[in-house]
């Protein structure tokens, strides 16, 4: 199994990003994927989670109407659009599949700064 993210970055209140977490060695659309983030001194937190097909999302309440989790089952990728970003969302983001003991991506640091 394998989870890269890319996407993170510097970007100013009220800016957009969009992540984006490439899976392999796995039935990709057989499972559930989630988006989770730590920020410095904080435990890791889900921001938002997405059924197999894609059919079914949750957010946390500190991102639901500004994030938008989707997947694409033919390239093995999901993604986390974030608009309306806040600097209390800077944290390092990451991918997280479903199947077992749980497996993660290596994160991606995004920082929400003026």
């Known amino acids: 199994v394998q989870l890269v993210e890319s996407g993170g970055g510097l970007v100013q209140p009220g800016g957009s990003l969009r992540l984006s977490c490439a899976a392999s060695?796995?039935?990709?659309?057989?499972?559930?994927m989630s988006w989770y983030r730590q920020a410095p001194g904080k435990e890791r937190a889900m921001v938002a989670t997405i059924t197999s097909a894609g059919g079914s999302t949750n957010y946390a309440d500190s991102v639901k109407g500004r994030f938008t989790i989707s997947r694409d089952n033919a390239k093995n990728t999901v993604y986390l659009q974030m608009n309306s970003l806040k600097p209390e969302d800077t944290a390092v983001y990451y991918c997280?599949?479903?199947?077992?003991?749980?497996?993660w991506g290596q994160g991606t640091q995004v920082t929400v700064s003026s």
């Open positions: 060695g796995f039935t990709f659309n057989g499972y559930r």
């Open positions: 997280y599949l479903h199947r077992g003991v749980g497996y």
